[in-house]
């Protein structure tokens, strides 16, 4: 069972440490440190739960839906795009103090968890690796041996965004420039528009 829990570990690592659009949202908080706590575990939950469903065998309905596709790549091309526009203003806009005045205003702690939520669950991109991708990985295994390729996979999860977000702070006088920031910020906001129009243009 330790190979398995470790398979699971491995395939969910392979996936998710790309920078997309929720990693570089939970590195950005990271890096602000505004709210880490909660932005690592309402990442970690969602993915979670994203992984239970596709080993539920939610996945191969999903695919096949082309209305649910739809509908979640309409969504979450728009919040990419309004989050992408964000980013944008504040790499246009810059602050003069580096760290201590991170980019636009501060979002509250209501603000902060709509967006990781929305990160996490209205990125259609999220839903093909957890659900579709580590649903298919997981139905191969044997059925006794599933719950182990599940824990090793929300592991890994959990693992990932806790040095991401809390990792980021190792970086901390590199963005004591206002200039760092306006180039992570104009990173972001080109990475969330290029995967709002690989949703919306496809």
């Not at 979450?76 to 760290?99: C, D, N, P």
């Not at 920031?181 to 129009?197: E, H, K, N, P």
């Amino acid at each position: 069972m330790t190979s398995v829990f470790f398979s699971g570990f491995g395939v969910t690592v392979g996936l998710i440490m790309a920078i997309g659009a929720q990693n570089a949202h939970v590195l950005r908080q990271g890096l602000r440190r505004e709210h880490v706590l909660l932005t690592v575990a309402v990442s970690a939950l969602c993915d979670a739960g994203l992984i239970l469903l596709g080993m539920a065998g939610i996945g191969p309905w999903l695919s096949s839906s082309a209305t649910a596709m739809a509908v979640a790549k309409i969504g979450g091309g728009v919040f990419l795009l309004w989050y992408g526009a964000r980013a944008a203003r504040s790499a246009w806009v810059g602050h003069a103090q580096g760290m201590d005045t991170a980019g636009s205003q501060a979002l509250s702690r209501r603000q902060a968890l709509a967006a990781a939520a929305g990160f996490s669950l209205l990125n259609p991109h999220a839903y093909l690796d957890t659900v579709v991708l580590i649903g298919a990985v997981g139905a191969t295994q044997l059925e006794a041996a599933r719950p182990a390729f599940t824990a090793g996979a929300i592991a890994a999860s959990f693992c990932w965004f806790v040095l991401l977000g809390y990792g980021a702070r190792l970086m901390a006088p590199l963005f004591k420039k206002p200039v760092a920031w306006r180039v992570l910020d104009s990173i972001v906001a080109l990475t969330l528009w290029s995967i709002a129009a690989s949703l919306l243009l496809r």
